[in-house]
């Protein structure tokens, strides 16, 4: 049977924002769905057993349910993961601060505003995880091209994509790790961050040669 594969949106977007990422795992042989959230206004819990819920749906008719999660819905992904027992599957992030965001808490600090802003994710985004040591098989895709709003808020250290820095990507106990030259939103377009996507949930590693 062929695999499915749930594609999460981040922070301040919603579905739409991966249609060109959707045909691409179509075209590769997946069956892709689209998990659209309010990412700001819906609480943690209720995305998290709503996810849960989509997962254990098309569990029944697969060997395997994959997520790939952009930036906020990466880190989100990892969170379903973490809590329930769930149909097997594998992960990848694209761009997520695993590690916690300093884009994130730079924002917060500018006040009232930015807490707003960030929503019922902030603890994940500003914190991240210490460690991933969940079943699944994690792969995390990072941008490196330094183009963003995070970037005009203040000074990376490092390699970016603007938004999230390579080394925030970076998680123990995960997988697999490589960067593309493309910046935060980037990823959701780039041809070779959807190749790279569909050689991990094949394979459960990256093209090194190529990465």
């Known amino acids: 049977m062929t695999d499915h594969v749930i594609l999460l949106h981040g922070l301040w977007m919603r579905g739409f924002a991966l249609l060109l990422l959707h045909r691409r795992m179509m075209e590769a042989g997946f069956r892709v769905h689209r998990f659209d959230y309010m990412s700001v206004a819906a609480s943690q819990p209720r995305i998290l057993n709503s996810l849960q819920a989509r997962i254990h749906e098309l569990g029944q008719d697969a060997q395997r349910v994959h997520l790939v999660g952009h930036s906020l819905g990466g880190l989100l992904a990892l969170r379903a993961c973490a809590e329930v027992a769930l149909p097997p599957g594998r992960v990848v992030c ?3 601060p695993l590690k916690g965001s300093a884009a994130a808490r730079r924002f917060a600090g500018m006040g009232r505003g930015g807490e707003v ?12 995880f210490e460690r991933w040591q969940g079943e699944r098989e994690v792969g995390v895709i990072a941008g490196k091209v330094s183009l963003g709003l995070g970037a ?5 250290a490092g390699d ?18 490589c960067a593309i030259e493309t910046n935060h ?21 990256f093209d090194r040669a190529e990465a």
Request: proline share 2%.
């Open 152 to 156: 005009m808020i203040g000074q990376f």
């Open 117 to 128: 802003l960030l929503g019922h994710n902030r603890e994940l985004l500003e914190n991240g």
């Open 94 to 96: 694209l761009g997520s």
């Open 185 to 205: 939103t980037g990823l959701l377009f780039s041809q070779e961050a959807a190749r790279q996507v569909t050689q991990f949930l094949q394979q459960g590693r």
């Open 160 to 177: 970016n994509d603007g938004c999230v820095t390579v080394e925030e990507t970076f998680l123990p106990g995960i997988a697999d790790h």
